[in-house]
């Protein structure tokens, strides 16, 4: 299954299930719910941290500790 992490920079994904229960609550806080379509749009030069725009609504930065526990399709 792919992640988060493994999307290359402009690359589009569909939040299908989180990996980790206790962050997926915070992540569904912010908005990052099954369904919603995710764009990676900047990767730090070594690797961390990870810009994604949630719903084209706004952006959100994680870690890739963060990124790998959030799959999509």
């Given at each position: 299954m792919k992640s988060v992490a493994d999307l290359k920079e402009g690359e589009k994904g569909v939040i299908s299930a989180f990996l980790d229960n206790k962050l997926a609550l915070k992540l569904l806080e912010m908005g990052c719910l099954?369904?919603?379509e995710v764009t990676l749009?900047?990767?730090?030069?070594?690797?961390?941290?990870?810009?994604?725009?949630?719903?084209?609504?706004?952006q959100l930065s994680l870690r890739k500790s963060e990124a790998v526990t959030i799959l999509i399709d």
């Open positions: 099954p369904g919603t749009d900047h990767k730090a030069p070594l690797g961390c941290p990870y810009c994604i725009s949630v719903s084209e609504d706004y």
